[in-house]
């Protein structure tokens, strides 16, 4: 296991915190990546100092009360916002997703208790050592994800742990515990109680993580919680006979670039119909830019791939340049997983290139000629411009016409 080096900005805050007699550790997240050698995203301060005596501790420092009933106050220091929370238990878990109740407490022991996985609930300051109440760091060195506790319970109390379970499984390729394993199974439903935005962030998570493909595989029945349309997915075999079109997506997922989940979420999704696929993404309640791009590959992946310059050039003005980049990606991927010859999907990465290359219009607004120039020639507002417009872009796609203004605005006459 790696040495937990403390920045210097959160180890003052702890000295400034012993210093008042107050017990301070970092704890959750930052103790589980310094160990594993990775570099924390941010460090988590607890400590036994109430919110009130944290304001006094820190009433030189500028300080947020961002979440002051649940004990976090945001501590600045040395151009970092430090989270310092008060050791916690929560308790009735009414709604299986938020404490109705936090109650403070004075030993971190019990702050470690209500944490989710042992990975999750050590503790370390360099006065007291490692704080390891649950033998979090023995499951970090065999790659295990354990429940603090009856995974029954706490799983109950927030379902959401489900997925927070796979994503560190998926990111660190941990095993999940074969208790807490067959607690998540039979606990699944409870996913149902969470909102969209949650789950959402979860996905995004597992989706993009190196060991997604384990989860998929392993925990399919609680992709069915989220997305119930793919259950058909896992009964119906690929063409080939080989394996199931689940097994297939999952393949293709893990086909797709780890940074972008919309493209890993269009892949896990592709083998649905449109309409399913739509139900899927409005549930998820995901940003407009991935719901746009999930849709669009799914629906884009049944067309045949254009072999003209102006097919191409019609595609990218319908698409965006950016977007049949991604198409492409994502036939080869799925050409590549279904076992068929990526040919064409070179050929028509040569076309696009080809097309980018010259300057091309693939909208009315690449034109070299605008509405209000055509207007100064004559040609009156309304539908028939639009028209005129339309036409003009049609022959220069078609190469019937060169994209100038002088050519553009003489058809334009002619057409019109
Ligand atoms: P990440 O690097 O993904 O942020 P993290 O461990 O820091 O990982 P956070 O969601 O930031 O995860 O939460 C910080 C800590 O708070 C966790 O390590 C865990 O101890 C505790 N925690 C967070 N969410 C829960 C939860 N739903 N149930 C129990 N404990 C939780
Ligand atoms: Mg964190």
Redesign the pocket.
């Given at each position: 296991m790696h040495e937990i080096r403390i920045p210097s900005y959160v180890e003052m805050l702890l000295r400034e915190l012993e210093k008042m007699g107050h017990s301070a550790y970092v704890?959750?997240?930052?103790v589980?990546?310094s160990m594993l050698g990775k570099e924390?995203?941010?460090w988590?301060v607890c400590t036994d100092a109430t919110p009130e005596q944290m304001k006094i501790v820190f009433r030189k420092r500028k300080i947020f009360e961002t979440g002051v009933q649940h004990g976090t106050i945001t501590v600045r220091s040395q151009g970092h916002n430090v989270e310092v929370t008060t050791f916690r238990l929560e308790s009735d878990y009414s709604d299986h997703r938020h404490p109705d109740q936090v109650k403070f407490v004075g030993r971190v022991e019990e702050d470690l208790s209500?944490?989710?996985?042992t990975i999750?609930?050590m503790a370390y300051s360099p006065r007291s050592g490692l704080v390891d109440a649950f033998d979090g760091q023995t499951d970090l060195a065999r790659g295990v994800v354990r429940c603090v506790g009856e995974p029954d319970v706490?799983f109950r109390?927030?379902g959401?742990?489900i997925l927070?379970a796979l994503?560190?499984a998926a990111?660190f390729q941990f095993n999940i515990e074969t208790e807490t394993a067959y607690s998540i199974r039979r606990n699944r439903l409870l996913l149902e109680n969470i909102s969209a935005e949650r789950i959402y962030k979860e996905l995004q998570?597992i989706l993009s993580a190196e060991g997604a493909s384990d989860m998929l595989l392993g925990f399919p029945e609680v992709l069915v919680v989220i997305f119930p349309e793919v259950e058909r997915l896992m009964g119906e075999m690929a063409e080939g006979g080989r394996e199931s079109k689940w097994t297939q997506s999952v393949r293709a997922v893990c086909g797709m670039p780890r940074a972008s989940f919309g493209l890993r979420l269009a892949m896990l999704l592709h083998e649905l119909e449109d309409a399913e696929v739509h139900t899927a993404m409005q549930r998820l309640k995901g940003d407009h830019a991935t719901d746009r791009l999930v849709k669009t590959i799914v629906a884009e992946l049944r067309q045949p791939l254009p072999d003209t310059r102006p097919e191409m050039r019609r595609l990218i003005g319908r698409l965006t340049k950016p977007m049949v980049h991604d198409l492409l990606t994502a036939q080869c991927v799925v050409k590549a997983v279904t076992g068929q010859s990526t040919d064409k999907v070179r050929e028509a990465r040569y076309l696009l290139e080809e097309v980018l290359d010259g300057f091309a219009a693939y909208t009315v607004r690449d034109l070299a000629v605008t509405g209000a120039e055509l207007m100064g020639e004559g040609i009156p507002s309304g539908p028939g411009l639009g028209k005129v417009l339309e036409q003009l872009l049609r022959e220069v796609q078609d190469e019937a016409l060169k994209n100038d203004k002088d050519a553009l605005l003489k058809r334009a006459g002619e057409i019109f």
């Open positions: 704890v959750g997240g930052c589980r990546d924390p995203t941010d988590d209500r944490r989710d996985f999750n609930a706490r109390e927030d959401l742990r927070r994503r560190f990111r998570g």
